[in-house]
């Protein structure tokens, strides 16, 4: 099938917009070709005509209709309706077929001129505004609702030209029509009027309500669409029932809420009381195109440093809705409102915590708690004993693509392998200032393999149970998730590295320099261990693994006992001796937890070994109990001593630049509600490298339980609502520091 008259019009694209600009042209006796990939749509247009419905009225038109796949061209006057993400493809089929003096109109929303002027040539391209009320209701028949508005124009602010005074002319057939040298002041000030549009897509109610019921969140995305239009020099528009002078960030309040009334009273007359977002959404449960209109405000937004919070939390909420549909709720525009309220605009851009923010974020996350639990389900049900190695590999790729879909692709990733133990997942995320924080924690658990085959993942109302929920596989979840929730809400974050060892039950022997050589170069480090009792930990004490081993001489011990020199018994002095080495008060212990020595009750024991644990908690500590190691000699002089072993972890000390991070962690958990206390604990983390290495870290902000490395070891489905919301409004904070 062809045309090639350069009087005909092709409409690519049948839906609301194309469909009904079609039907408007073709009844006023123009020639129309419909492209569109709808073949039971082409179907329905090519039997009974192209059919507009206003209320029980229908009338039809005939039309010329094909898929584009039986339309060979050439096309001259293109009129371009399809979504914003399927132009490229559009272009694809429409630029082999373009005349030579063929043109593009995009009559699309969002801002596609560029894009197509590109692929065809600026020359050819035509800009458009549309804003009009349809929707395809059922396959050929458009739904009529109501007048709308219809500008056209040359690209760039030239002047409008013979080509677009002709169209303008054509169009009016439609209604109103206009020609401007200003197309692009409309579309910008369609973007903040389509911004509160898809707000209103977050909930199942009528538009016109919710606006009226959510001014603070209406307003403040419409203003933040105009700060990067103002940022461009735009000069905005006015349509329809839309003022968007009115809509700037410093316009009369009063003012603002009698426009607001003018424009949700003309929204109440119109027969389309929903938007066409909300029922791609819940009725042709497809992705929606809005979210491609507006990658072009954000870009400008990050080119020009204009902070947009409010709308990237509503886009992210339309993300989630296309993968959930049935989670609409108006709970999702109050907690825009509360984030409105704490945005730049609103308050200014504070360093410390804001209370508006903190809610959001809680309020963003307790939406999403049973997807937390769901995503620790997951991950527990992945066994990652320390010592099998088999079972971290497999554990370390399921983590790597459930980061890949719950946060998407990084700016980069590091798998350093580590022999025989785990290896090591580093991934960057991009975000403010040049050095990132850290986010450290670890997959590997104490917990045998096959321990799942006895003890699975269970929940009991707010109670977790599994091997390490507690030690540390809620932590990790939290942290993924509080990244999850700035970027819903749109909320400034630093740039983070996620860093995750597979060997810290086992002492952090193989990735112990990894971790001092990531946190050099970090401002701060969070670590996702477990909380103590719902503390933080600013103080953790030094952990040294040594052993001593005692050489005796052997003999029969009942035919010659003096012959012989007992190591056994010269461990036992010295067991002695290392007890007294104990200082409560300074917080150094000593524990003896493995003896073993001799061959046979009737040999004098010619070898006897002690394994021993100290912590301290100080570095002068460390030193002496060093020192008190290399000068123990033995009482028996028949026999020999030898201590080997190494501090496994230095002082984790309250350093100054801990307790700042401590009282930005307790100034971030009063924003939300509740008091965040710290404490001093004896267990070592992969903290103390940082610490040690002059990093401030903020430890123990992971799950809050008990039981770790116990069969009682639990978490708390609240817990992690409360320290993912934690961990979220911490990282915002610093980004503003």
């Not at 040594?546 to 003096?562: I, K, N, R, S, Y």
């Not at 190494?646 to 958990?669: G, K």
Request: hydrophobic residues 45%.
């Amino acid at each position: 099938m062809s045309s090639d008259s350069s009087d005909s019009y092709t409409v690519v694209g049948a839906g609301a917009i194309g469909g009904t600009l079609a039907f408007s042209l073709a009844r006023a006796g123009h020639r129309v070709q419909l492209i569109d990939t709808d073949a039971a749509h082409v179907a329905a247009v090519r039997d009974r005509g192209l059919t507009v419905a206003r209320g029980e009225h229908r009338e039809s038109v005939r039309v010329e209709a094909a898929t584009p796949d039986a339309f060979d061209g050439p096309v001259h006057r293109v009129l371009l309706a399809v979504k914003a993400q399927a132009t490229d493809a559009a272009l694809d089929w429409i630029t082999p077929r373009l005349a030579p003096d063929g043109w593009v109109v995009s009559f699309q929303n969002g801002f596609n001129e560029e894009l197509i002027a590109a692929r065809i040539g600026p020359e050819r391209t035509v800009a458009a505004f549309v804003n009009i009320f349809a929707d395809v209701i059922e396959p050929g028949v458009i739904l009529d609702g109501g007048a709308g508005a219809l500008v056209v124009g040359e690209r760039d602010g030239a002047p409008v030209s013979e080509r677009v005074g002709a169209l303008v002319a054509d169009l009016r057939s439609w209604g109103p029509a206009v020609a401007s040298d200003n197309v692009e002041g409309y579309l910008w000030a369609k973007a903040g009027f389509g911004a509160m549009l898809a707000a209103t897509a977050l909930a199942d109610a009528p538009m016109a309500g919710l606006i009226d019921r959510h001014p603070e969140a209406m307003h403040a995305v419409a203003a933040e669409v105009f700060d990067v239009a103002d940022a461009l020099g735009m000069k905005l528009e006015a349509f329809d029932a839309f003022e968007p002078e009115v809509f700037r960030r410093n316009a009369d309040p009063d003012v603002r809420r009698a426009a607001t009334g003018r424009l949700t009273a003309w929204l109440a007359t119109q027969s389309k009381d929903r938007s066409g977002i909300w029922r791609d959404l819940a009725v042709r449960r497809r992705p929606v195109e809005v979210t491609t209109h507006y990658a072009e405000v954000f870009a400008q937004a990050e080119r020009h440093g204009v902070e947009t919070p409010v709308l990237r939390s509503v886009i992210a909420g339309l993300r989630e809705l296309e993968r959930d549909p049935d989670r609409m709720a108006e709970a999702r525009l109050d907690a825009l409102d509360h984030l409105a309220r704490s945005s730049p605009g609103a308050h200014g851009n504070s360093a410390g915590p804001d209370r508006g923010r903190a809610r959001a974020v809680r309020e963003w996350l307790d939406a999403h708690r049973e997807d937390m639990v769901d995503d620790l389900a997951a991950y527990t049900s992945q066994g990652s004993a320390s010592d099998d190695r088999e079972a971290l590999a497999a554990c370390l790729t399921w983590v790597r693509g459930w980061l890949d879909e719950a946060l998407g692709t990084p700016q980069a990733e590091e798998v350093l392998p580590r022999g025989e133990t785990g290896d090591i997942l580093i991934r960057r995320y991009p975000g403010a200032g040049d050095r990132p924080v850290l986010l450290l924690g670890h997959y590997d658990t104490v917990w045998p393999t096959g321990s799942l085959d006895t003890w699975p993942f269970r929940r009991d109302g707010d109670r977790i149970t599994g091997p390490g929920v507690f030690d540390m596989k809620a932590g990790l979840v939290q942290a993924v998730w509080a990244l999850r929730a700035l970027d819903a809400l749109g909320l400034p974050r630093p740039a983070c590295t996620l860093m995750l060892n597979g060997d810290e039950e086992t002492g952090s022997l193989t990735s112990s320099e990894a971790i001092v050589a990531e946190a050099l170069g970090s401002r701060a480090a969070l670590v996702f261990e477990a909380a103590a009792d719902g503390a933080v930990k600013t103080a953790r004490k030094g952990v040294g693994l040594f052993t001593l081993t005692v050489t005796g001489q052997e003999a029969h011990a009942g035919l010659d006992p003096d012959a012989g020199a007992s190591a056994v018994e010269e461990l036992a002095h010295q067991i002695l001796r290392l007890a007294g080495l104990r200082d409560r008060e300074a917080g150094t212990s000593l524990n003896v937890g493995v003896v073993e020595g001799g061959t046979r009750s009737n040999v004098t024991a010619g070898r006897a070994v002690a394994r021993l644990d100290v912590r301290v908690a100080t570095a002068a500590e460390q030193d002496r109990i060093g020192a008190a190691l290399a000068a123990l000699r033995p009482v028996d002089a028949r026999t020999s001593i030898e201590v080997t072993g190494d501090w496994n972890r230095p002082v984790f000390a309250r350093t100054q630049q801990v307790a700042e991070l401590a009282e930005l962690a307790r100034d971030c958990a009063a924003a939300l509600g509740w008091e965040l206390r710290e404490t001093s604990v004896g267990g070592a983390s992969d903290g103390n490298f940082v610490v040690a290495a002059g990093v401030p870290v903020l430890d123990g902000i992971g799950a809050v339980g008990s039981g770790a490395h116990a069969r009682s070891e639990n978490t708390s489905v609240a817990g992690m609502v409360e320290r993912a919301a934690l961990t979220a409004t911490v990282l915002t904070s610093l980004s503003g520091r």
